[in-house]
């Protein structure tokens, strides 16, 4: 990590646009706390990636709230949604210091611009939608890019991926149950049946509609489930016999329930649902 600060430290000074990629759903859990004072200075754009699986209010909230710091945009990089967008601000950022070369005789200056972000975010399908190939490594588990690489994205443009090691700190515990309900924390190395069950109290007490519909949960099993001391627990159980994850005996398997319960999640089964909303 120290090592890769240092590199990173290193490259930005070659670098003349930086693009911070978050997580829609969780742009403060997604965020690495020493971004923001290594890139200080440089011109800043903060994407807000997989806005399709978020709440849409909240991510125009989220977009008004960063503006304050550097230009944000909402994209999805595995439906290309923002794109294009992005490769025109980057243009509009540079155009007075391009203006500015070509007086001094500098023509065709490649403009230079890094990408950072912790692992899991979408740095690699955000490169492959971008130069419109797959020139990344793309994987589904967290930290799949391991060294840094050049890619041209434009005409007059080149991009520098880093790996993705740069992990925040933990300060509390919601940012680290964020990042593991999202699939940023790889799921063997927590209990995923207690993730799970933070999870399903979160969106149960936010709007257990959403539970109740996706499960086909009725009105007198609700009621039971309420009325029970462990209502959360409860639910797991319901919906465990609802999906037929049940051990040998009928007793409900917890970690194929956690399985299904994440899985449904981080596919938006639920519906768009964002974890975290600014402070204003």
Known sequence: ???????????????????ELLDSRIPISSRNPDIGQMTKGKKKIILLNKCDLADEKTSQAWIKFLQKEAITLAIDANSGKGIEQVLRTIDEMMQEELERQKQKGRVNK???????????VGKSSFINRITKKNSMEVGNKPGVTKKKQWVRIGKNQELLDTPGVLWPKFESEEVALNLAFTGT???????RVEVTYELLKRLYVDD??????????????????EARENN????????????????QGGIVDDEKVARIILEDFRNCKFGKISLEKPRC
């Not at 990590?1 to 693009?19: C, G, N, P, Y």
């Not at 490649?110 to 899991?120: A, F, H, K, Y």
């Not at 924390?185 to 209990?191: C, G, N, P, V």
């Not at 257990?208 to 489930?225: H, Q």
């Open 1 to 19: 990590m120290a090592k890769t600060k240092r590199q990173i430290l290193e490259d930005l000074k070659l670098i003349d646009v930086v693009i």
């Open 110 to 120: 490649t403009i230079r611009v890094m990408i950072l972000g912790i692992p899991n």
């Open 185 to 191: 924390i790889k799921d063997d190395i927590f209990d």
């Open 208 to 225: 257990k509609t959403k539970i109740l519909e996706r499960y086909k949960i009725m009105e007198k099993e609700a009621e039971e489930i």
């Open 232 to 247: 959360i627990y409860e639910c797991m159980q319901v919906i465990g016999k609802k999906c037929g994850a049940i051990k």
